[in-house]
């Protein structure tokens, strides 16, 4: 999915203003203002800017009198205005997600990159939003997108497009009323909400949940919750499987 940015060249003034007195810089820069209200003057050296504003809640643009240009930044308390003297270059460049490359969009044969949680192609529109600890494989989908893998409870091994194969349905199959309620023996239901979850099934009389572990399960403990692998790194687990509630109960 791209987006513009503009970008515009030229001798400036740059006014900041926060609290304190307006900090005033004069010089030959170049501004970014990109799609994220996010705007970056940039003189002749280093990787900083010489004045910014992130994501700011409104960039207002205007033309200045002799071809050049205004642009005022406002984020809260803060203001960052940038106004040309003269002539001013402008252009406007379109700009995607910027990522790791992890294979090539069916659609369009575009490359496909893995940048903020999403796959995000760079030549189509089309974004597929990954879970948070999802890895992308090498391998691919029959539909041409890449795979991904999932910890919930067991590695899942999925396209990384949802309504291809949809990690829910997926983890419905294999663990819905797998494990049983320990306050009223009835069956755990794989349900979500904001992320997956194991919920019992005679809600709203028993409200007992847990959460999905993001871990392979090795067994069923006494209570009937599942036991999960201890977590790697954990050196004083034992290397003991673990109830999800922690009930410290033995293993059947
Ligand atoms: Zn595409
Ligand atoms: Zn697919
Ligand atoms: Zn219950
Ligand atoms: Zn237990």
């Not at 396209?159 to 023996?185: H, I, T």
């Not at 909400?193 to 067994?219: I, K, Q, W």
Request: hydrophobic share 30%; aromatic share 4%.
């Amino acid at each position: 999915m791209t987006e513009p940015v503009h970008v515009y060249a030229g001798e400036c003034t740059t006014t900041y203003r926060a609290d304190a007195d307006p900090q005033r810089q004069r010089g030959r820069v170049v501004v970014v203002h990109k799609p994220d209200g996010t705007v970056l003057v940039h003189d002749a050296a280093g990787y900083q800017p010489v004045a910014w504003l992130t994501r700011a809640n409104a960039v207002h643009r205007e033309r200045g009198p002799e071809g050049g240009f205004g642009l005022v930044a406002v984020k809260d308390g803060e203001r960052l205005r940038v106004e040309s003297h003269g002539d001013a270059d402008h252009a406007c460049h379109d700009a995607t997600p910027a990522g790791v490359p992890v294979g090539h969009c069916p659609d369009c044969t575009g490359r496909l990159v893995r940048a903020r949680g999403s796959v995000t192609c760079l030549g189509c529109p089309a974004e597929y939003g990954l879970p948070r600890d999802a890895a992308v494989l090498d391998s691919t989908c029959d539909c041409g997108l890449p795979r991904m893998a999932v910890e919930r409870g067991a590695r899942f091994e999925l396209c990384v497009d949802r309504d291809c194969e949809g990690l829910d349905a997926s983890v419905r199959e294999r663990f819905d009323r797998e494990w049983s309620c320990p306050d009223c023996g009835g069956d755990l239901r794989v349900l979500r909400e904001r992320s997956l979850f194991l919920g019992c099934e005679n809600y709203p009389d028993c409200g007992t949940s847990v959460g999905l572990p993001d871990r392979e399960v090795v067994g069923t403990c006494e209570c009937g919750l599942p036991l999960v692998a201890p977590e790697s790194g954990d050196a004083t687990a034992d290397a003991d499987a673990r109830c999800l509630d922690g009930c410290h109960r033995a293993a059947r």
